[in-house]
């Protein structure tokens, strides 16, 4: 059963970028398969912990509902399997990702258009797009390549370090630069692009900080130039989040979002900022010493978001 998974993962990932076009719907369902596995083998992974000898699966529909009993040594070997399957497909998946990222990037250039009946007039919701029917599915699409990648890489990373994950992160970290620097659209259309732009920006952030090494401050300050003027002895964190913050309260005071699409975007504002702040958890876990005095974040930083927290 596992060869079956391992082979059907193969086959269809390889080349997702070059699916027919008239089967548009294949890589959006694999990717939605493929991140429901990658939860299943987190199950396991956390049945393996607690009981180490047995994993069970989570209900008789679980994916891996087959696999009853392992013990350790089948464990491992059933994990190394599936990190060397999502290790070899990765990078394409990435590559799939960035290609449906550009829909982000056209939302300052975006039009208002006709609603569909079912949108048009309505206050909207979690589920409730206010976007035409063709650019809600290129949203829906850039969304959950997002949240797939991110949740194969952050499991991978778990078990080894590899010149894809690399890869990987680099394209979380560029995703997250530009989804805090674009500026903030007038339009409805747009604005609701850049919503979705924060709501796959969410798991990217969570896998970025889980997936915690050197390389990530490294990173932060070889491109903290980038964000907010540096002063010699400023907190690593601070530009980051304050761009963060700047950004995403530009777009909810902009106006334009109605009134429960805002209560959505203010869900995966807190979300994204929840994985900053705990960056310095990560990086005391991994024994990282701050040297010459220097923090993560200033009381200044943290005082503004607090406020922004309880005016919010």
């Known amino acids: ?142 969304v959950t390549a997002l949240k797939s990648v991110a949740a194969i890489s952050a499991w991978c990373a778990k078990f080894k370090s590899d010149i894809v994950l690399n890869f990987a992160f680099s394209f979380f970290w560029e995703f997250f630069l530009k989804t805090i620097s674009s500026p903030s659209c007038d339009l409805e259309t747009g604005a609701e692009i850049c919503l979705a732009a924060y709501e796959g920006l969410a798991p990217v952030l969570k896998a970025l900080v889980s997936m915690f090494s050197p390389q990530l401050l490294d990173t932060i300050r070889e491109n903290d130039k980038f964000l907010l003027p540096k002063v010699e002895g400023t907190p690593l964190l601070d530009s980051l989040v304050l761009s963060f913050l700047q950004n995403i309260n530009n777009l909810l005071n902009i106006g334009v979002l109605a009134r429960t699409r805002r209560a959505v975007l203010m869900n995966w504002k807190w979300l994204c900022l929840e994985s900053l702040l705990t960056i310095p958890s990560y ?19 943290l005082r503004l978001i607090f406020t922004d927290l309880v005016e919010r």
């Open 1 to 142: 059963m596992v060869y079956l998974y391992v082979q059907f993962i193969q086959n269809y990932g390889t080349n997702i970028c070059k699916q027919n076009k008239d089967m548009e719907w294949i890589p959006v369902k694999f990717l939605i398969i493929t991140f429901s596995l990658v939860l299943e083998l987190q199950i396991m992974q956390e049945r393996a912990a607690e009981c180490g000898t047995k994993v069970r699966s989570k209900s008789e529909f679980s994916m891996l509902e087959t696999v009853v009993q392992l013990n350790n040594g089948e464990v491992a070997i059933l994990f190394e399997k599936f990190v060397k399957t999502f290790l070899h497909i990765l990078e394409e998946l990435i590559s799939f990702a960035n290609m449906s990222c550009s829909i982000f990037s056209s939302s300052i250039m975006m039009e208002d258009v006709t609603l569909p009946s079912s949108v048009r007039g309505k206050l909207g919701g979690p589920s409730q797009r206010r976007l035409s029917s063709s650019t809600t599915t290129a949203v829906l699409q850039a």
């Open 283 to 301: 990086a005391y876990e991994d024994g990282f010493n701050v040297e010459d005095g220097i923090s993560f974040f200033s009381d200044a930083t």
